[in-house]
Every structure is written in C-alpha cells, then in structure tokens.
C-alpha cells in the first residue's frame, strides 16, 4: 500500500507562488508513475501535471503550460508542484497521484493512489 501526502497549500494573492509537495510512503517511490491533479467545487477532477517514474518526460495540462513546474527527488521520495503566476481560476484542492508505472497518466482513471489534498486558494 502506498500513501500520498500533500502539503504545502495556502492562501496567496493572484500572481503569487506556492510550491505544493506530495511525499510517497515508499522506499521505491521511483517505480511509480506521479500526476497533480486539482478539483474545484462543482467541477470534475482535472489534469494539471505528470512525470514518469525517472522525472523524464513532464507534460502540463494547456490552462498551466507555462506557470507551473512538476519534478521529483526520488531520492526524497517526493514529488513536486511549482506553482507561479497563479490566478483566482487556479484556486482548487489539488491531489497527487501515483501509479505502478514508469509512465505517468492524463487521466486519473489510470492512478491507484491518492493523497487528501491540499487546498489552494487564489485571491483576485
């Protein structure tokens, strides 16, 4: 069983940063796929970032291209969200996600694993 757990959420100002982190609960966090995904009331859960097992490969969903950066340290067993230049349409609880993978996923249909969440909120 793997745990996921976010921190690093808050409220900031409409162009301020926040550098969310997903800490894995393995020693082999390496051999899992990782996304960020993020929901906000109302809507459905949606795609913000993902990186292979090995930090190879980072792709962004379109609304984020640009402003936010995924990484990881294997070595931390964490994984990453940088989130700059943020806006009061990025305000959400954003949750990160692993798979058994060396591939990591757009969809979260693909993910077994699931943090709690953290919340971001972004004032205008």
């Known amino acids: 069983q793997v745990q996921l757990v976010e921190s690093g959420g808050g409220l900031v100002q409409a162009g301020g940063s926040l550098r969310l982190s997903c800490a894995v609960s393995t020693r082999t966090a390496s051999a899992y796929g990782m996304g960020w995904f993020r929901q906000a009331p109302g809507k459905e859960r949606e795609f913000v970032a993902q990186?292979?097992?090995?930090?190879?490969?980072?792709s962004y969903a379109d609304s984020v291209k640009g402003r936010f950066t995924i990484s990881r340290d294997n070595a931390k067993n964490t994984v990453y969200l940088q989130m700059n230049t943020l806006k009061p349409e990025d305000t959400a609880v954003y949750y990160c996600?692993?798979?058994?993978?060396?591939?990591?996923?757009?969809?979260?249909?693909?993910?077994?694993?699931w943090g709690q969440g953290t919340q971001v909120t972004v004032s205008s």
């Open positions: 996600a692993a798979r058994p993978s060396s591939y990591a996923s757009i969809s979260p249909k693909d993910y077994h694993y």
């Open positions: 990186i292979s097992r090995i930090g190879a490969t980072p």
